[in-house]
C-alpha cells in the first residue's frame, strides 16, 4: 500500500485528523494507495508555512528562483522513468504517453518558467509636458492556491505552481484527489533542488472539503483551476466576493473541421490523435467532427478502420494505444453518454462497448466509440464527455459548419484542416474559441496565451500572461 502524505513546510506530513481516502489503480480497478483527506485545518497549516517563506521567497534573486526552477525540471527529467510508472498508474494512461508526453512537460514547465522570470519585464511611461515619470512593479500576490484536474496530473499542476513560484508566490496545491501520486513525489524532488521551505506546499483530499478551503481561504490571494465548467462557476461564485484574481481553465467540446482539401493523410492521422489521445480526456480533444460532404463516405471509412486498429490494453505495455479510464465513475459517465446518442438516432459506427483486458478483468477500459449524427444539437454534440467518443456528420458550407462549431456553450480550441488560405483566416477569426489548431493538433509554444472563452473559462495561462496573472501590476508616478 502507498500512503501518500502532505507536503507542508518541506516536510511530509499526516492529515491533522488522520482521515485517509482509498486511492484506486485504473487499470486493474485495486485499491493500492492512501491519501490524506485533509481538512481546513491542514489547509490552515499549509497557508500559515507558504506565508512564512513568502517575505524571503519574494526578495530572493530572479536568478536565484531560476536556478531553482531549472534544478527541479533537471531532477524530473533525471527521474523520467519513475514518474511516468507512477503517473501510468495512477491515471491509467498508457507509459509510453507518461513517458513522451506528460513527465516531459511537467520539466518543460519549470524550465520554461525558470527562464521566462529572468525575461519579464514592467513598462516605463515618460508623461512628457508634465515632467513626470511613471514605471509600473510587477510584485508578487503572496500566498496562492492552484487546483488542478486529474487527466494531465503532473503536467497541469506544474502549469500552475511553476508560473506562481517563479514570480515570487508561495503556493498552497491539491491535485485532483483521484490522481495525487506524482504531486506527492514532486515534493521530493523540490526538497533536493534546493527550493525552501514553505514556497510550495502541497495538501491532498477532496475537492469539497481541501480544495474548498483553499478557495474559501481569506488571505490566499489567487486561484488558477484547471477543471470541470460547474466546479469553476462554483469557485468563481465563492471568490468573487472576496475579490480573488482568478484563473478558470474548464472544461471543451471543440469543433474539429475537415475540408476537402486538406492534406488528407496527415489530416487522418492527426485526427485519429486528437480524438483519443489520453482515451480522449483531454480538454483539447477534438470531440466533434465536421467533414466536407464531398470526402465525407471516404473519410468515415478510413477513420473507421484506423481507429478499429488502436489497441486498447493495459497502460504498461508498450503496444497500447488506449488504456484505462480514470475511474469507475468516469467510465459510468461516457456509457452513459452512448447510450444517450443512440437514444437520440446516433449510429455507433465503432466502439461502445467496455472492453476486458486478460489479466486485469476489474479495469475501467473502453472501446474507441465514434458515432454518426445527424443533428449537431444533440446532447452528445453538445455536452463534454471527456471519454474516447466523437461524432461526425457532414457539412455542405463554410458558413453552416462555422455556425455549428460555435453553436455551443464552451470556446475552448478548434481545429481546421484546409489549405486554402481565404478560408483559413475568415474561419480563425470567426471561429469563437481561444486556441486554433490550422492542419495540426495541439502542437504547443509555451510562450502563447493558453485559455478559453465562453464556458470555457476566464484568463489566459502561458509564458508572460501567466506571470502577469501570478503579480500585481502597481503604478508608480514620480514628478521632477
Ligand atoms: P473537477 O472540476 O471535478 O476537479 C478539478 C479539481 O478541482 C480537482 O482537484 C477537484 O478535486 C477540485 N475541486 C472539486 N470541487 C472543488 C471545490 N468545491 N473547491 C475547490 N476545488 C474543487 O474536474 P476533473 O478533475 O473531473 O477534470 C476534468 C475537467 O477538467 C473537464 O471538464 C476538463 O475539460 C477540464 N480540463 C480543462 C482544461 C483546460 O485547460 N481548460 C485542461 C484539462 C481539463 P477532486 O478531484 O477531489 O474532486
Redesign the pocket.
Known amino acids: 500500500m502507498a500512503t501518500i502524505k502532505n507536503y507542508i513546510n518541506g516536510e511530509f506530513s499526516l492529515p491533522i485528523a488522520n482521515e485517509w481516502i482509498d486511492n484506486y489503480n485504473p487499470a486493474n480497478g485495486e485499491i493500492y494507495g492512501q491519501i490524506p483527506n485533509s481538512k481546513k485545518e491542514d489547509v490552515e497549516e499549509a497557508y500559515k508555512s507558504a506565508k512564512s517563506a513568502f517575505r524571503l521567497w519574494s526578495q530572493t534573486t530572479l536568478e536565484e528562483r531560476s536556478r531553482i526552477l531549472i534544478k527541479i525540471s533537471e531532477l524530473l527529467e533525471a527521474n523520467i522513468d519513475r514518474f511516468a510508472e507512477a503517473e501510468s498508474k495512477d491515471n491509467g494512461k498508457p507509459i509510453s504517453l507518461a513517458k513522451a508526453i506528460d513527465i516531459p512537460r511537467a520539466a518543460s514547465n519549470f524550465r520554461f518558467f525558470g527562464n521566462a522570470i529572468t525575461q519579464f519585464a514592467s513598462e516605463s511611461h515618460e508623461s512628457i509636458g508634465q515632467q513626470a515619470i511613471n514605471y509600473t512593479l510587477r510584485q508578487p500576490i503572496g500566498v496562492v492556491g492552484c487546483?488542478?484536474?486529474?487527466?494531465?496530473p503532473l503536467y497541469?499542476f506544474t502549469w500552475k505552481i511553476a508560473p506562481a513560484i517563479a514570480a515570487g508566490n508561495c503556493v498552497v496545491a491539491?491535485?485532483?484527489?483521484?490522481?495525487p501520486m506524482t504531486a506527492y513525489l514532486l515534493g521530493e524532488i523540490c526538497n533536493n533542488a534546493g527550493l525552501p521551505k514553505g514556497v510550495l506546499n502541497i495538501v491532498h483530499?477532496?475537492?469539497?472539503t481541501?480544495?474548498?478551503?483553499?478557495?474559501?481561504h481569506p488571505d490566499i490571494k489567487a486561484?488558477s483551476?484547471?477543471?470541470?465548467?460547474?466546479?469553476?462557476a462554483?469557485?468563481a461564485r465563492?471568490a468573487a466576493p472576496m475579490f480573488k484574481k482568478l484563473s478558470?481553465?474548464?472544461?471543451?467540446k471543440n469543433p474539429n473541421i475537415i475540408f476537402a482539401d486538406c492534406d488528407y493523410e496527415d489530416m487522418l492521422t492527426t485526427t485519429v490523435r486528437s480524438s483519443f489521445a489520453n482515451q480522449g480526456?483531454?480538454?483539447?480533444c477534438g470531440s466533434r467532427i465536421f467533414v466536407e460532404v464531398s470526402i465525407y463516405e471516404k473519410f468515415k471509412t478510413d477513420f473507421v478502420k484506423k481507429v478499429n486498429a488502436l489497441k486498447v490494453g493495459h497502460p504498461s505495455h508498450e503496444d497500447t494505444n488506449i488504456g484505462a479510464l480514470?475511474s469507475k465513475s468516469?467510465l459510468n459517465k461516457v456509457k452513459e453518454y452512448i447510450a444517450i446518442a443512440k437514444e437520440e438516432n446516433g449510429t455507433l459506427l465503432c466502439g461502445g462497448n467496455e472492453v476486458v483486458v486478460k489479466g486485469f478483468e476489474n479495469g475501467y477500459y473502453l472501446e474507441p466509440t465514434v458515432i454518426e449524427v445527424t443533428n449537431d444539437e444533440c446532447r452528445v454534440n453538445q455536452e463534454?464527455v471527456?471519454g474516447p467518443v466523437v461524432t461526425i456528420m457532414p457539412f455542405n458550407t463554410e458558413e453552416e459548419v462555422l455556425a455549428m462549431a460555435n453553436k455551443v456553450k464552451y470556446g475552448?480550441s478548434a481545429t481546421l484542416w484546409t489549405n486554402d488560405l481565404k478560408r483559413t483566416m475568415k474561419l480563425s477569426s470567426q471561429l469563437q474559441a481561444g486556441i486554433i489548431w490550422v492542419n495540426t493538433w495541439m502542437l504547443r509554444d509555451l510562450r502563447t496565451p493558453?485559455?478559453?472563452i465562453k464556458a470555457?473559462?476566464i484568463g489566459r495561462?502561458g509564458g508572460f500572461e501567466a506571470l502577469r496573472f501570478f503579480t500585481e501590476a502597481k503604478n508608480v508616478c514620480i514628478k521632477y
Do not use: D, M
Open positions: 487546483i488542478s484536474p486529474w487527466n494531465l497541469l491539491k491535485p485532483s484527489e483521484v490522481t483530499g477532496l475537492g469539497s481541501t480544495g474548498q478551503a483553499i478557495i474559501e486561484i483551476f484547471t477543471g470541470g465548467t460547474a466546479t469553476g462554483h469557485i465563492v478558470l481553465e474548464l472544461g471543451g480526456q483531454i480538454c483539447l480514470v468516469h463534454e471527456f475552448l493558453f485559455g478559453g470555457s473559462g495561462e
